[in-house]
């Protein structure tokens, strides 16, 4: 959770809370949220609710996403929170989280970048979205991002009127850190797992993306990913060797291709031991960590770059930015 008001052009924090639920835990099997998650989950909504009430919140959205549309009992999970918590969650569909990821990460974008690829790792999927920016002037780039109002499932492949920026490609794959690690829990060995979990991960990409391998070299030199995920700002943090978690130091941090294959190598050679050990990782990643990296790998097999951005942002984030500027607050 996130709470902030304008300020200037952008927005300050006043107050925010995070705790890991593992609420899919368990939904690949079954089909429906565990009892315990659900228990999990209302317990940190309750000190949501709590401190929307204690800041007198005027404007809010609260947002469910891939757990809720895939389980059997999302809706009676949502009725629930309502009656408990007094927060109503709305559920949203993989384009607006999509779209909410792309606002999230706009701060981010180069001026230099016309080729964008914004990638969220989530728990119980994972949103790719292809911007072509190259049609927009390169200090309004951020700008054309964070105003993208319309549904990005009819936006495809139609440039904006107002900016000039075309969603070229976007993908929701039903995958994410955790229904990827449960759908190879019974695989052994670390390193076989890894490895069954990122070459499954690629089939589903296989066909994203707009351009052909003709076309890469051309595409390449102002290719920009950010990466918004837990995932991608742990193996940053690892990688810069933070003996503590810094988002001040990760937010924004750039990593080649190269740089990240070589931290996950180390992870893998390491072993769920040494992984434990690392406290760049945390005790709430260290189960998932590993599922996470497969998808981004995969992703850097398909398109390697030399601009990879950690973005410690997303989903929140889009959201503030998106009712800012509906609301005019920001220009």
């Given amino acids: 959770m996130l709470i902030a008001r304008p300020h200037r052009d952008d927005f300050k924090v006043v107050d925010a809370f995070s705790k890991t639920v593992y609420l899919g835990k368990g939904l690949d099997r079954s089909g429906r949220l565990s009892e315990p998650a659900i228990l999990r989950t209302i317990g940190a909504l ?6 929307l009430r204690k800041h007198n919140v005027k404007k ?41 990821a792309v606002i999230g990460s706009a701060s981010h974008v180069k001026p230099c970048t016309e080729q964008v690829l914004v990638l969220d790792i989530g728990g119980g999927s994972t949103e790719l979205v292809w911007l072509d920016i190259s049609g927009v002037r390169p200090e309004a780039r951020r700008g054309a991002l964070m105003r993208l109002q319309r549904d990005i499932h009819k936006a495809k492949k139609q440039p904006d009127q107002m900016s000039g920026m075309r969603v070229v490609d976007w993908i929701s794959v039903p995958l994410g850190v955790t229904t ?90 390491g072993g769920p031991k040494w992984r434990a050990a690392n406290t760049a990782i945390g005790a709430g990643r260290i189960e998932l960590i590993m599922s996470g990296a497969a998808i981004l790998q995969a992703v850097l097999r398909v398109w390697p770059t030399d601009l990879l951005t950690v973005a410690d942002r997303g989903l929140r984030e889009g959201i503030l930015y998106s009712l800012m500027v509906a609301d005019g607050h920001l220009r």
């Fill in 60 to 100: 809010m959205r609260l947002v469910a996403t891939a757990a809720c549309r895939q389980a059997q009992n999302g809706r009676d999970f949502i009725r629930r929170v309502k009656q408990e918590t007094g927060l109503k969650l709305e559920v949203i569909k993989p384009h607006e989280e999509a779209r909410l």
């Fill in 46 to 51: 309750n000190i949501c609710a709590a401190k």
């Fill in 180 to 269: 990827l690690r449960e759908q190879f829990s019974d695989v052994d060995g670390d390193k076989a797992r890894y490895a069954m979990m990122s070459w499954y991960f690629e089939e589903y990409i296989a066909q994203f993306g707009p351009y052909g391998e003709e076309d890469r070299d051309k595409i390449l030199p102002k290719f920009q990913i950010i990466g918004t995920s837990g995932t991608v700002t742990t193996i940053a943090a690892s990688y810069m060797k933070l003996r503590r978690y810094d988002r001040g130091k990760v937010d924004g941090y750039e990593m080649t291709s190269e740089q990240v294959e070589a931290e996950i190598e180390r992870y893998l050679v």
